[in-house]
């Protein structure tokens, strides 16, 4: 039953984001294509374990606990296990910026990463929430990507710092304390001397940045 119903979807090829949309990598460049990745649930704690390890891991490689600047010990939540993850904890989700409840829900209304679009990120293939639960219960042997969510891409394990092009925060759509938050978030950058910009997207406002100097640069 299984085979039969998803198997018009195995032929299809697995394609990069940046081959899905007829780009080549140089075009991609030229065009600054990015993808997007939202940091939705304990996002302070989230972002300083990121800044800390130099990348954005699966969930399947994040540390339950880690020893925070302060001395302290932070605990994370994952929950990479769950059907509901369509990165199954092999692959960190991202998406391209569309104009929808998807990406302002994943991605807008969080503190969140703007990301080289030329990374190896996979675009799924999307399935109904229904047809992805049977298919992720099934004892299919299945090859491609799938998700419940429109437009989101898939990358194996990690994306590093180095392809972060900034942290980004909208002030019209972020959904928690905007002055907190950002507060927060400079500290952390200047304690890790994070050498990404960290802009308000809707404002256009470079919030912070930490250059390689290790001095700090002032900011509207």
């Not at 925070?68 to 092999?90: A, F, P, Q």
């Not at 925060?169 to 978030?185: A, E, L, M, P, Q």
């Amino acid at each position: 039953m299984y085979n039969n119903k998803f198997a018009k979807y195995e032929k299809i090829p697995l394609k990069t984001y940046i081959d899905s949309i007829g780009l080549s990598e140089k075009d991609a460049l030229r065009l600054n294509i990015m993808l997007y990745h939202g940091i939705r649930f304990d996002a302070i704690n989230r972002l300083e374990s990121i800044l800390k390890t130099g990348s954005i891991l699966c969930g399947n490689r994040v540390s339950s606990s880690y020893k925070s600047y302060d001395g302290t010990t932070k605990y994370l939540y994952i929950s990479s296990d769950s059907d509901e993850n369509c990165n199954m904890g092999k692959y960190i989700s991202v998406m391209p910026c569309v104009d929808d409840l998807e990406f302002n829900t994943f991605v807008r209304q969080n503190i969140f990463f703007a990301i080289k679009g030329t990374i190896e990120a996979y675009k799924t293939i999307h399935l109904s929430y229904d047809d992805y639960c049977e298919l992720r219960q099934s004892d299919m042997n299945y090859k491609n990507l799938y998700s419940y969510a429109f437009n989101e891409c898939l990358v194996k394990d990690e994306i590093p710092l180095d392809d972060v092009l900034y942290i980004g925060i909208d002030s019209r759509y972020y959904s928690g304390d905007y002055d907190k938050t950002v507060s927060n978030v400079k500290k952390l950058m200047s304690i890790y001397e994070i050498a990404i910009p960290f802009i308000d997207t809707y404002t256009y406002n470079e919030l912070f940045c930490y250059n390689n100097n290790k001095k700090m640069v002032k900011t509207k």
